[in-house]
C-alpha cells in the first residue's frame, strides 16, 4: 500500500509543526514528525488498523491531542485530515 496526503491534511500537518515548533520546541516537534511516520509506515502494511469512524473514513489516534482520519482506496490509504480531538466533534468530517 502506498501512503498519500491530501492537500487538506497536508494544511493540517503544516500547522500543527508551525504550533509545536512555536510553543514546545524541536524536540517536541521531532517526536511528532516521528510518530507520523511510524503510523505511515505501520499504514503501509496494515491498513485496516484505524477505527471505523464513519462510512470508509477510518482514525487512528496519533497522539492524545490529535486523530489521523484517512480512507482506503484500492492500493492506497489516503490520509484526509489530522483532527485535534479537543474540538467540536462534529467538525470532523468537514474539515
Avoid at 29 to 58: A, H, M
Amino acid at each position: 500500500m502506498e501512503v498519500f496526503v491530501t492537500p487538506t491534511a497536508e494544511k493540517h500537518f503544516e500547522t500543527i509543526v508551525n504550533h509545536l515548533q512555536e510553543k514546545w520546541g524541536s524536540k517536541t516537534l521531532k517526536q511528532f514528525i516521528d510518530k507520523t511516520d511510524k503510523l505511515f509506515n505501520l499504514l503501509q502494511n496494515y491498513p485496516l488498523i484505524g477505527q471505523v469512524e464513519k462510512d470508509n473514513i477510518r482514525g487512528f489516534q496519533l497522539t492524545r491531542q490529535t486523530k489521523i482520519l484517512y480512507r482506503i482506496r484500492g492500493t492506497k490509504v489516503i490520509i484526509l485530515a489530522f483532527f485535534d480531538v479537543r474540538k467540536n466533534p462534529e467538525k470532523k468530517f468537514n474539515g
